[in-house]
């Protein structure tokens, strides 16, 4: 085959050595991800501020898919709780929720979200996802979490709130508070602790009670299982729709809908910068899943051809009535615990849920929101976690800076603006530090030839004589600081003749530091001062000489600083501390 | 007196030993500055859309105010041609030109941009201006100058046209051709020429004439003020404002009026990124000026202080009828050749004009709108260079793209979105190429204890170790790079036990790099391989022993690369080429 259609369809790769055992445990790890993934999909779809049956159909086409184009063996794709958070963010600035234009809305933001994950995987562009620190990316998930837990609450109390920030949803949720429905209360609450006995405290039990980790971990994942059962019966028995409880109710018994997203450019060009950051945030939660899960079994993934498979799963989202997807953790380490081989184990999860989609949806008509909701609170909040604010502290500062930035501004402003300025504040800290290189005035130690920081040894230095060792590349953010320093330097000491700027720990110099040093020469010629460079490295030596700059250097350029400074000195040399 | 007191009020410093021999070199320059400055005042009034007294006004009481704050001792504060148009560009997105609104709006905006600048030059955030590149600068000032030009072509042809980018105003030159006042394209292409000839053939033909270099360059600077003088008397005595050539018309005769900003929140709102866009690039036109000046006579400029000085010029602008000001080249130039001393000559150059606001306005009646043009045209042709692509090209292709992006963009989309995109493409230009740094994998030569690459060098290496040098330090845009490498480069060959990361090149290891190495260890320990680094810097090591990483790693920490291979290395050694 030729290398181009494996590189492009890593199916090709894995299908043609697929077997009976491969079978036979990706078809058990399908009955368990399937099992798991209803009332999942439900729960996101609801955060999304879609009906139910949405999250069943985004778990289905996206599923075979990224099976086909993606290259992690056990990634399940599908809606995870921070992309529908940003979904329901995204939409509720455009169209009103519950609206026929908010669910094409929300196919059209999955499909422009997967023409940029697709073209920026064609055109390789994975790069871009670097951006996100990793305390930018902690600080977010922690504030989402916070958000979406609070975002819950409504549901949980059974009265209507909204808001985008944790302020607004706070207000909103205080002013409805005496609209609170008792017994949709009662079951949000009982849920809600019972799940998270289930997570903290059914674990120590079983073991105490003798039985096997095997026994255990089925009990766990089928907590949420038991609550959405238990508490459907006891709406469904006990007539609690009519006491105002809110239930799902009528489902459609479908496969996924052929659906068209919306092509008006008015609404796309709304949905372009949010589609870009969900793909964004989308791409960096789904690849470091399938990295972590890769590397237990020796497996490469390629973070281009990865851009392909969730391009192609949210392209298939928005033609089969879905909303945005991704690789989720919680469900792709299930998929591979249960003993996924390969990614036929997400095609017959999606059979799975198809089945579930055209047979199962009316025994849900019962099921309250307010146990969806204790699902979502359950599973997010485990993805709070303020301790980066403490390690990022312990580290840098500026580290810090930016999580804490990442926390307030997503809290107290949104999603979209919270994880934007997270980006710009990191890389603006980023420009600051190496904007101001550090720079060591440096001398020689007496009777070697080696020259260090004259503020940390005892050197040798020469009245007329300055020697500056740049740590860092030089481009434009640190150009002009070397200028002004050695503008300085020389202005203080009308005694100086020479300045030698050692260049080894200088691995580039783009076209600005080129004209600053262009200007440095110029300056300190007009001052009768000659700029010398020593220990210049090859390639900044290769690009210097296509340039007129050696030319117009007022000095010379030095194999080494020791040269440099035996061929500048005066015979008297000075001795400083 | 106090240090700080010095340090924000340099006037202190130089103001005690005035004496007068600088008064007199002061007075002589003043004179000479004051002659330039008033058409070009009047020109770049017209350039911003403002009345042209509004340009005098602009440069009375900045220049003092700079004289008290400003660092350097030749620059000349007033309109200049980039940031009227600037100016213009900001004001008619928000009001219409001609109304009162539209003079607030300037004033405002000059308010704000003090404000801007002042407050990074109390809180030293003057680095902000290094994020304009010398590429983008270059590529920024030549598109603004085509615009000018472009934008002033209505004038000389005496018709209405207007746009913010070359093909508005092109597309509307053309629609309003048909309206020329052929007396004013005569005047206004008559003006150009002659301004043109006066620039490049006057002072050869003096110098043929055999005329002193002082006499040639008084004719050269007189120039402009001749061609005011003709067509104001060519207007008046053959009554050409009568057959539809534009006139200035009437100028109150008065000193510069107290005027009040407008405290709008809407429009402060408005006027805040284009306020912000004028500061920075004020900023760096204005302290590159300072610095080439100040080089000549080894004089320093603070930078922070010099951001200070500005915001108060511009602070005076907003409160005495004026606009955006910043340190000009072509006056500043003038003004140190003339024989500026000192602060002081600017001071007495703001009475001359003062005296001119006063009395002089009646005689520019009769001054045509296309003389003004024609001498704008002039001044701005000279800051268009296209060579900056050529050489740029020459030199890097990442630059090239930031300068072919800047001029494209900014002749395209107008002088605000076309500065933007520059600073935003040589950011991510320079983040794409250090999140891809060159990470070699070495091996021994034979019989030292060095290192190189082996696709470069024939070393050793052993089977079951990979050796890798990064040159780059460690940072969020290239963490997970080096995440990817190190999987990759692992899960490819099952005999690697151990990875030995050789940190000689890396100067910092951010929080996010932190993390990816946390990750690399624990990918490695699930492939059974052991992390080892060798020749960590030592501020480096300091942050890594304040964390748990080095209690986590699977491998050790060697002084150097020689020792760790030797402490790891299987009996039977192998050699590749």
Known sequence: MHPYLIRYL???????????????????????VTIMLIPQSLAYALLAGLPPEAGLYASIAPIILYAIFGTSRALAVGPVAVVSLMTAAALSNIVEQGTMGYGIAALTLAGLSGVILLGMGLFRLGFVANFLSHPVIAGFITASGIIIAASQLKHILGINAQGHNLWEIVVSLIEHLGETNVITAVIGVLGTVFLFWVRKGLKPLM???????GVTGIMVKAGPVAVVVLSTLAVWGFGLADQGVKIVGEVPQSLPP???????????GQLLLP?????????????????????????????????????????????????????GFSRSVVNFDAGAETPAAG????????????????????????????TIIVAVLSLVDFSILKRSWGYSKADFAAVLATILLTLGFGVELGVSSGVGVSILLHLYRSSRPHVAEVGQIPGTEHFRNILRH??????????LRVDESLYFANARFLEEKIHNRVARDPNIRHVILQCSAINEIDFSALESLETINDRLREMNVQLHLSEVKGPVMDRLEAQHFLDELTGRVFLSQYEAVKALKTPADGVRA
């Open 10 to 32: 890593p199916i090709l790769k894995w299908g043609g050595a697929y077997d009976r055992t491969a079978l036979g445990n990706d078809l058990i790890a399908a009955v368990i």
């Open 207 to 213: 073991q105490r009670l003798g039985a096997g980790a």
């Open 458 to 467: 005892k050197v040798l230095t020469d009245p007329h004589i300055v020697s």
């Open 347 to 374: 095609a017959y999860t999606a059979v799975g849920l198809a089945i579930a989609a055209l047979f199962l949806t009316p025994l849900i008509y019962f099921l309250p929101k307010a146990t969806l909701a204790a």
């Open 258 to 268: 052929l659906t068209l997203p919306s092509l008006s450019p008015g609404l796309l």
């Open 275 to 327: 589609a870009f950051l969900i793909s964004i945030i989308g791409f960096v939660e789904s690849i470091s899943v399938a990295q972590t899960l890769a590397a237990k079994k020796r497996q490469r993934i390629d973070p281009d051809q990865e851009l392909i498979g969730l391009g192609a799963a949210n392209i298939g989202a928005a033609f089969t009535g879905g909303f945005p997807v991704t690789g």
